[in-house]
Every structure is written in structure tokens, then in C-alpha cells.
């Protein structure tokens, strides 16, 4: 078979791994949002600058050091997660039992400091940042083009969502989580070191999207502005997910790249915009999302 | 054996800016039930709440085994010993009854363990992989107090754990309780449930805006009679 409804199975194929591709940054950047909002209760608005940090850590631990990309990939997301530890403390610490809104604003405003300065450093031209080498390669299956680092992405990413999502529901410390989400303070009264507990979570969803960061890094451009671009889109599927929800935030996000993809191929003029009428229709429908529970 | 292991003098707490506890002192010494006992919104839950630092704002001093633990933070109050079985009981809706069971953790050596738990609880048991929401109310009152008794506590502060149970649930309740109390538990039981409280409490205190009143042990139960009709409306 090489067509389906009229439409070249390469095509197809291509714009559906295409699809996975971008689906696997937002399953990492929204889990990462929808971990912190469920027990934070703040709208991580620096998400996507975090993000950015992760690329630009590795971006300039490649040139300064020469580490390898493995290296990077571990080393950089770690040092956007001790940032956000510091963060945390000093700043997030102070808003928490207020009204969402001092949240939002304060990671928002975090967020264009942090873009500032990396426009102010580094200029607002993309950065080259190659592949790794061993996987620079395509393979070709039964017709389907597969680059190789496209493919490690999906994967990669695919398995950390569901080692995150065994970590939250699966074990005691998930647990911990689980039962703050629903009522801190007696977590805490209970003997649960909740304070740490906080600021471990936000630097664990931080960590997840400097580590989204790294990956992007080689395929889009690494500039200041690379997250505030993509986590719009972010936001909008983590609203379709549901706020909170753990399993919705990787699910749609995977969901949302492939019908990105498909819509491609289909109707390319409407590519950009699918995700947000998706939200809207969702929003309309299901006000707290496909897989969020109704308030 | 006379030292109290909890001595609460003169506490004072608020809830933002609203003062609700007006100089509360009361003490309950090793192996005793005491029993708190008021009106609607005399202060009996944020008596208990106060001693878990779960209230806004508190002053005066509360000592568990001798430790001051105002201004302690409030994930360290536990481990002086307190086991807390609140009055909304603070199941953890989403998680399961095993997790809601092993979530907390052991603040002292004689913790109970999960198998002697599912034997006093085989409700317990039958329906620990089903989510704790689910459970009836009798039930979830149960879990309450399964799971602070497997960390080990040396004190239990229940809130009116027979709130809205049925009469055979409040029955097992009771005779968890005694035998508890028969191997040494010490207790603070607020109960509005008198009848329930008088086969239980050593001594009684009562409480009135925030205030304790009156203050008598068993045999001064009769004298009391009035004061405490007068108070919990029998
Ligand atoms: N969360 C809260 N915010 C403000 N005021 C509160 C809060 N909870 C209780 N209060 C007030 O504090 C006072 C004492 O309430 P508390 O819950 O301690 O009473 P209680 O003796 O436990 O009553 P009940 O028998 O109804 O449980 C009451 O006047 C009540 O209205
Ligand atoms: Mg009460």
C-alpha cells in the first residue's frame, strides 16, 4: 500500500513521526507544568525559559567544555533543576497560599529576566548546536524515512514521561505527592517534610524541561526566544490534558503533535491553529479538560 | 507515671484575624483519657488542631513529653508523639486504602503492624486496593485511626471519631478505644457523644468560648451533672 485516502504513505509516515517529534517536547514541558500546578498550585509561566536555559546550559557547556551530547544531557538539566531549587526558595516560596495570580506573575516575570539576558548575551540569532553523532543517520523501513535522533527523541521522551508517571502513582514518595496535592498541611502535620517536597517538585518539573531543552537544542534554533514560542502551545494542551492530571498532560501532548501532524497533511493551512480549536472546542465541552476531574 | 505527656497552658489561638482560643490549659498525664467536651464552636477542634500546628497563629505553650512544641515547625510536631484522627477524618481521597495506610510515617517504636490492623480492621483489608474516597464513612473513620496507629504514637488526639456513625460502628469504635486504653494509651477524645465519652474519659474538661470552665475527674461526674448538661445539651 502506498497511499491511504489519496494521501502518499512517505508523506504520511513523515508528518506522523513529525508529529510524535514536536508531541514529545509538549508531553515533557506540560507533565513538567501539570506536576508543579498539582502540588504548587502556581502556573509555571517560566516553563518555557527554563526550557531555553536547558538548551543554552548545553549549548555552552558544548563550546567551553567540549562535552559530549550524553554528558549534556544530564549535566544541563540538572543545573536548570539547582536554579530552580534557588529559585524556589528565595522567590516562589513567598507567593504560595496567595491568590494564583502573584504565582503567575512572579514566574512570568522570572521568565522575561531570564529571556533578557540570554537575548543580551547571546543575541537574538539562533545558535548552531549539532546532533550527536552516532545518530545523525536515516534509516528506511518498508518506505518510511526515519532520522535516527527524531526517533531517539520519541523514545527517550516517552519513557521518561512513563517513568515520571510510575514514580507519582506507583511509590511512596508519589504518594507523598499525591496526598499533599489534596491537603498540605495535613501531609505536613503528619510528619511529611512538606517544605522540601515543594521545592524538590519544582525543580523536578524544571529539570524535565531543561531536559526537553537539550534535546530541542540540535533540531529548532537555540535562542532566547525558543520556549516563550513553544509553550503557548504548552499552556493550550495542558488545558485540553486537564490541569493536574498526571497521565492526561502525556497523553495529550503526544495527541496534540500527532493531530498537529496529520493536520499537515491534510489542511497544512491549518496546522498552527489545530491545537488552540481543539482547546476551544474542549473548553466548550469539557471545561476542565479530557482528562481532568470536574471541580 | 504522674508526668503529663501533654501539658497545654494558657493557649491562645487564632484563625487569621479571628481569636478563638482564649487561654485553654489542660493537661493528660501518662496511660489517662481525657475527655474535651463543649458546644458547637467552643474551640474543642481548634484545641486539637493547635497542638498538630494546624491553626493560623497560637501563643502560650504547648508541651508534649516535655518538648515545647510552639514555634516547633510543623512537620516535627508528630514526632513528639502525637497521633491525630481529625474530625473530617483527612482521608486522602485519591489514593488507595493500603497507600492512605502507609502514607505516614513511624514517629515511634511501638507502631501497630499492618497485619495486626487488617485483623482488628477486615473491612480494612477486603477493600485496600479500592480508592480511599470510596469507602463509607464508618469506614474512612476506621482508616483514621488504623493509620495513625501503625506510626507509633504515644498520644492520640481524637476529634468525635463516633460523628455521624452508626450505633454498631460506634459500638467497636468504643471497644477499640478501651483496649487501647487497657494497653496504655494515653488519649484527648473530644466527643459530643456524652454517653460514648463517660465509658471512656478519666477526668473531663469542659470548654466554652474558648475557655476551660470546669475541670473534674469521674466521681466529680455526678456533682458536674448540671454544668455538664448544661454543656453538651443531654
Ligand atoms: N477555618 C476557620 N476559620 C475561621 N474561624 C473558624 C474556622 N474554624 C473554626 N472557626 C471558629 O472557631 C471557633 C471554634 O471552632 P471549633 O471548630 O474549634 O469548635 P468545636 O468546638 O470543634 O465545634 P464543633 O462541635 O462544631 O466541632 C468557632 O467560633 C468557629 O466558628
Ligand atoms: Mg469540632
Same mark, same amino acid.
Given at each position: 500500500?502506498?497511499?491511504?485516502?489519496?494521501? *502518499?504513505?512517505?508523506?504520511?509516515?513523515?508528518?506522523?513521526?513529525?508529529?510524535?517529534?514536536?508531541?514529545?517536547?509538549?508531553?515533557?514541558?506540560?507533565?513538567?507544568?501539570?506536576?508543579?500546578?498539582?502540588?504548587?498550585?502556581?502556573?509555571?509561566?517560566?516553563?518555557?525559559?527554563? /526550557?531555553?536555559?536547558g538548551?543554552?546550559?548545553?549549548?555552552?557547556?558544548g563550546?567551553?567544555?567540549?562535552?559530549?551530547?550524553?554528558?549534556?544531557?544530564? $549535566?544541563?538539566? $540538572?543545573?536548570?533543576?539547582?536554579?530552580?531549587? +534557588?529559585?524556589?526558595?528565595?522567590?516562589?516560596?513567598? $507567593?504560595?497560599?496567595?491568590?494564583? &495570580?502573584?504565582?503567575?506573575?512572579?514566574?512570568?516575570?522570572?521568565?522575561?529576566?531570564?529571556?533578557g539576558?540570554?537575548?543580551?548575551?547571546?543575541?537574538? +540569532?539562533?545558535?548552531?548546536?549539532?546532533?550527536?553523532?552516532? &545518530?545523525?543517520?536515516?534509516?528506511?523501513?518498508?518506505?518510511?524515512?526515519? *532520522?535516527?535522533?527524531?526517533?531517539?527523541?520519541?523514545?527517550?521522551?516517552?519513557?521518561?514521561?512513563?517513568?515520571?508517571?510510575?514514580?507519582?502513582?506507583?511509590?511512596?514518595?508519589?504518594?507523598?505527592?499525591?496526598?499533599?496535592?489534596?491537603?498540605r498541611?495535613?501531609?505536613?502535620?503528619?510528619?511529611?517534610?512538606?517544605?522540601?517536597?515543594? @521545592?524538590?517538585?519544582?525543580?523536578f518539573?524544571?529539570?524535565?524541561?531543561?531536559?526537553?531543552?537539550?534535546?530541542?537544542?540540535?533540531?529548532? #534554533?537555540?535562542?532566547?526566544?525558543?520556549?516563550?514560542?513553544?509553550?503557548?502551545?504548552?499552556? !493550550?494542551?495542558?488545558?485540553?490534558?486537564?490541569?493536574?492530571?498526571?497521565?492526561?498532560?502525556?497523553?495529550?501532548?503526544?495527541?496534540?503533535?500527532?493531530?498537529?501532524?496529520?493536520?499537515?497533511?491534510? /489542511?497544512?493551512?491549518?496546522?498552527?491553529?489545530?491545537?488552540f480549536?481543539?482547546?476551544a472546542?474542549?473548553?466548550?465541552?469539557? *471545561?476542565?479538560?479530557?482528562?481532568?476531574?470536574?471541580? | 507515671?504522674?508526668?503529663?505527656?501533654? #501539658?497545654?497552658?494558657?493557649?491562645?489561638?487564632? /484563625?487569621?484575624?479571628?481569636?478563638?482560643?482564649?487561654?485553654?490549659?489542660?493537661?493528660?498525664?501518662?496511660?489517662?483519657?481525657?475527655?474535651?467536651?463543649?458546644?458547637?464552636?467552643?474551640?474543642?477542634?481548634? @484545641?486539637?488542631?493547635?497542638?498538630?500546628?494546624?491553626?493560623?497563629?497560637?501563643?502560650?505553650?504547648?508541651?508534649?513529653?516535655?518538648r515545647?512544641t510552639?514555634?516547633?515547625?510543623?512537620?516535627?510536631?508528630?514526632?513528639?508523639?502525637?497521633?491525630?484522627? *481529625?474530625?473530617?477524618?483527612?482521608?486522602?481521597?485519591?489514593?488507595?486504602?493500603?497507600?492512605?495506610l502507609?502514607?505516614?510515617?513511624?514517629?515511634?517504636?511501638?507502631?501497630?503492624?499492618?497485619?495486626?490492623?487488617?485483623?482488628?480492621?477486615?473491612?480494612?483489608?477486603?477493600?485496600?486496593r479500592?480508592?480511599?474516597? @470510596?469507602?463509607?464513612?464508618?469506614?474512612? %473513620?476506621?482508616? !483514621?485511626? +488504623?493509620?495513625?496507629?501503625? @506510626?507509633?504514637?504515644?498520644?492520640?488526639? &481524637?476529634?468525635?471519631?463516633?460523628?455521624?456513625?452508626?450505633? $454498631?460502628?460506634?459500638?467497636?469504635?468504643?471497644?477499640?478505644?478501651? %483496649?487501647?486504653?487497657?494497653d496504655?494509651?494515653?488519649?484527648?477524645?473530644?466527643?459530643?457523644?456524652?454517653?460514648?465519652?463517660?465509658?471512656?474519659?478519666?477526668?473531663? /474538661?469542659?470548654?466554652?468560648?474558648?475557655?476551660?470552665t470546669?475541670?473534674?475527674?469521674?466521681?466529680?461526674?455526678?456533682?458536674?451533672?448540671?454544668?455538664?448538661?448544661?454543656?453538651?445539651?443531654?
Amino acid at each position: 500500500m502506498t497511499e491511504l485516502f489519496g494521501i *502518499p504513505m512517505p508523506v504520511l509516515s513523515g508528518q506522523i513521526l513529525l508529529g510524535l517529534f514536536n508531541g514529545a517536547f509538549y508531553a515533557l514541558l506540560s507533565l513538567g507544568l501539570a506536576v508543579i500546578f498539582g502540588l504548587l498550585r502556581v502556573i509555571n509561566f517560566a516553563h518555557g525559559a527554563l /526550557y531555553m536555559m536547558g538548551a543554552f546550559i548545553a549549548f555552552l557547556l558544548g563550546q567551553w567544555l567540549g562535552l559530549p551530547f550524553w554528558a549534556l544531557l544530564v $549535566v544541563a538539566p $540538572v543545573l536548570v533543576g539547582v536554579f530552580a531549587v +534557588a529559585m524556589e526558595k528565595l522567590l516562589l516560596r513567598h $507567593v504560595y497560599g496567595l491568590d494564583p &495570580l502573584y504565582g503567575l506573575l512572579l514566574t512570568f516575570g522570572v521568565a522575561l529576566v531570564i529571556e533578557g539576558m540570554a537575548q543580551y548575551m547571546f543575541g537574538v +540569532a539562533g545558535k548552531p548546536f549539532s546532533q550527536p553523532q552516532a &545518530l545523525s543517520g536515516v534509516s528506511m523501513i518498508g518506505g518510511m524515512i526515519l *532520522p535516527h535522533y527524531r526517533v531517539f527523541v520519541i523514545v527517550v521522551a516517552l519513557i521518561t514521561c512513563l517513568g515520571t508517571w510510575a514514580l507519582i502513582e506507583r511509590t511512596r514518595l508519589g504518594a507523598f505527592l499525591r496526598a499533599a496535592t489534596e491537603n498540605r498541611p495535613l501531609v505536613e502535620a503528619f510528619g511529611v517534610n512538606v517544605p522540601v517536597l515543594l @521545592t524538590a517538585t519544582y525543580a523536578f518539573g524544571a529539570l524535565l524541561a531543561g531536559f526537553a531543552g537539550v534535546m530541542g537544542a540540535p533540531v529548532f #534554533q537555540v535562542s532566547a526566544f525558543m520556549g516563550s514560542n513553544l509553550i503557548i502551545i504548552v499552556f !493550550a494542551v495542558v488545558v485540553i490534558g486537564g490541569m493536574g492530571s498526571i497521565g492526561g498532560a502525556i497523553a495529550s501532548g503526544f495527541l496534540l503533535g500527532l493531530c498537529e501532524g496529520l493536520t499537515k497533511v491534510v /489542511y497544512p493551512e491549518a496546522a498552527n491553529i489545530v491545537v488552540f480549536a481543539i482547546m476551544a472546542v474542549v473548553l466548550f465541552f469539557r *471545561p476542565s479538560g479530557l482528562f481532568g476531574k470536574a471541580a | 507515671m504522674t508526668e503529663p505527656i501533654l #501539658q497545654i497552658e494558657n493557649l491562645h489561638g487564632w /484563625y487569621d484575624e479571628s481569636h478563638v482560643l482564649h487561654g485553654v490549659t489542660l493537661e493528660a498525664r501518662r496511660g489517662e483519657t481525657v475527655a474535651l467536651i463543649g458546644r458547637n464552636g467552643a474551640g474543642k477542634t481548634s @484545641t486539637l488542631r493547635a497542638a498538630m500546628n494546624l491553626l493560623g497563629r497560637r501563643e502560650g505553650s504547648i508541651r508534649v513529653n516535655g518538648r515545647e512544641t510552639i514555634g516547633m515547625p510543623r512537620h516535627k510536631v508528630a514526632y513528639t508523639g502525637l497521633g491525630y484522627v *481529625p474530625e473530617e477524618r483527612g482521608i486522602f481521597a485519591s489514593l488507595s486504602v493500603q497507600e492512605n495506610l502507609m502514607l505516614l510515617p513511624s514517629i515511634g517504636e511501638n507502631g501497630m503492624s499492618v497485619a495486626r490492623i487488617y485483623e482488628i480492621f477486615p473491612n480494612l483489608r477486603e477493600r485496600r486496593r479500592a480508592a480511599a474516597g @470510596t469507602l463509607s464513612g464508618g469506614e474512612q %473513620q476506621m482508616l !483514621a485511626m +488504623a493509620r495513625v496507629l501503625r @506510626t507509633g504514637p504515644q498520644l492520640l488526639l &481524637l476529634d468525635e471519631p463516633t460523628e455521624g456513625l452508626a450505633p $454498631v460502628i460506634v459500638k467497636a469504635i468504643g471497644s477499640l478505644l478501651a %483496649q487501647l486504653k487497657a494497653d496504655g494509651m494515653t488519649m484527648l477524645l473530644v466527643e459530643q457523644n456524652f454517653h460514648f465519652a463517660r465509658r471512656l474519659a478519666d477526668r473531663f /474538661y469542659l470548654i466554652e468560648n474558648g475557655r476551660i470552665t470546669d475541670h473534674f475527674d469521674r466521681e466529680g461526674l455526678e456533682a458536674h451533672a448540671d454544668r455538664v448538661a448544661d454543656v453538651v445539651g443531654v
